[in-house]
C-alpha cells in the first residue's frame, strides 16, 4: 500500500526538530543555538536529489544550523517561521513545480498534522507525537534524528524502482 502512495513522489518535504534532529535544542553559554544532525539521514538526502527527487525543509523555526545543513547537502528549498504549514503549502508547490499528490511529507509533532493532510503521502517518525502517527499513511522504524529519514528515502527509491540503480554508484 505504501509502495503505491511512494512510487509518484516527485519531492520530499521535512520538518526539521525531531525530524532531521532527535528533537534536542542546544544553547551555549553565548545563547547560540546548537543542533545535531544524523550523516546517514544526510547521506539519504543526497541519493533523492541525485535521482531528481526534490528535497526540501519547512519548518516552524528559524535556525543558522539549518541554513549551513540545507547548503551542505544542496537542498535550496527552504520554507523557515513557518507556523502554519499548509497554508503555505500552495507558495512551496509553485516554488518546487510539483502537485500536492506527489509530495511526501515527515512530521512528528502537532504543527506538523495540517501539511500531513494535504500533501500525497504523510510520514511519522517511529517516535513522533501519537496524532502524527494516527495521520501517517507510513511509520517509520527509527526515531527522529537517529535514521527515519534515511529510511525513508531508501523506501522511496525502493519503491520506484530505482535502488538497485542507486546502489551502482557505490559499487
Known sequence: MISSKLENIRALLLDVDGVL????????????????????DGLGLRLLLKAGIKVGIVTGRRSKAIHHRCKNLGISHLFEGTS??????????DQIGVAANQIAFIGDDLPDI????????????NDAHEKII???DMVTTHKGGAGAVREVCETILKAQGIWEKTLEYFL
Open 21 to 40: 534532529t532527535d528533537g534536542s535544542i542546544i544553547y551555549n553559554d553565548n545563547g547560540l543555538e546548537t543542533k545535531v544532525f544524523n550523516v546517514k
Open 84 to 93: 502554519n504549514k499548509a497554508a503555505i503549502l500552495d507558495f512551496i508547490i
Open 114 to 125: 495540517s501539511i500531513m493532510r494535504k500533501v500525497g503521502c504523510s510520514i511519522a517518525v
Open 134 to 136: 494516527e495521520n501517517a
